[in-house]
């Protein structure tokens, strides 16, 4: 089954995001845990979320992919940056228990000249601070596009950071189309090539959600630009193979796309139209 879906707004609920993901066509979706670009968090009414529940329940939703805040830098420089993305996560997870069993996805973050080293370092240290054995999310690292010294730009710091985490068993990838394309993996000529170095580095069963994006920039270009499915440097033919790779076809999809809402729902009902059962 093709479990696809968009970034929907928490502003009015859990229950108003599970009902606007029924109107785009939706069966997953991806909602920031707090403030994307601040740190403040909505407070969470358990009977709104309950209603959410139900409606995941009902229409059989895939996993849901809750976002990290880009505020939140687990391996700053600033101490004091570093605080705050550690209170955030913890207090997500937290959080993450009204909707149980889901995803929460975050940037690895950036080094800010610290180096590589000790940006996994830190990293590892704020996962082993805050997961917990009886925690019901799976944590996400998310692969990245490399810009500045941003974390994540490989296969190999990524398992580097899983190298360093007491409980593997709450971790996994979110695998962006763009980010990755950015970075320099050849996802349109040489699909299945990727995926395995994934799997020879990583392990392809971490791989637990895709961030379907086309990007404005060519391959290895480091700048991180999405953009709408099939307008950019990836393609629609590409990010199809995708979307029916048979490791990747069972797994949540979420659109990050320039987009508005109508566009969402157009993007979704193409991808739905292309899928193979």
């Not at 799997?199 to 480091?222: C, F, M, Q, T, Y």
């Not at 790779?245 to 320039?258: G, M, S």
């Amino acid at each position: 089954m093709l479990y696809i879906g968009c970034h929907l707004s928490y502003s009015k609920g859990y229950e108003a995001m599970g009902r606007q993901a029924l109107d785009i066509d939706a069966n997953t979706f991806a909602f920031f845990t707090r403030n994307p670009r601040g740190g403040s968090a909505k407070a969470i009414a358990p009977d709104d979320a309950a209603k959410l529940r139900d409606i995941l329940a009902e229409k059989n939703f895939g996993k849901l992919v809750a976002h990290a805040p880009y505020t939140m830098n687990p391996c700053a420089a600033d101490p004091n940056i570093r605080r705050f993305a550690r209170e955030a996560m913890a207090d997500d997870l937290v959080r993450m228990e009204f909707v149980p069993g889901n995803y929460y996805n975050f940037h690895p973050g950036s080094h800010v000249k610290q180096g590589t080293e000790i940006g996994i370092q830190l990293i590892t240290e704020q996962l082993n601070e805050c997961l917990t054995e009886e925690q019901s999310t799976t944590v996400l690292l998310e692969t990245m596009a490399g810009k500045g010294s941003e974390m994540g730009r490989t296969f190999e710091e990524i398992q580097a950071i899983i190298d360093g985490v007491q409980l593997k068993d709450k971790l996994g990838v979110c695998f962006d189309t763009c980010h990755v394309w950015d970075a320099g993996y050849d996802i349109v000529g040489s699909l299945e090539s990727v995926l395995e170095e994934f799997d020879r580095i990583i392990g392809i069963e971490r791989l637990k959600a895709v961030h379907l994006n086309d990007s404005k920039n060519p391959i290895g270009s480091h700048k991180d630009r999405h953009e709408i499915i099939g307008s950019g440097n990836i393609g629609a033919e590409a990010l199809i193979r995708v979307i029916n790779h048979p490791a990747l076809k069972n797994l949540p999809f979420i659109l990050e796309t320039p987009n508005d809402i109508d566009g969402y729902a157009k993007e979704i009902k193409f991808l739905r139209e292309n899928y193979s059962e």
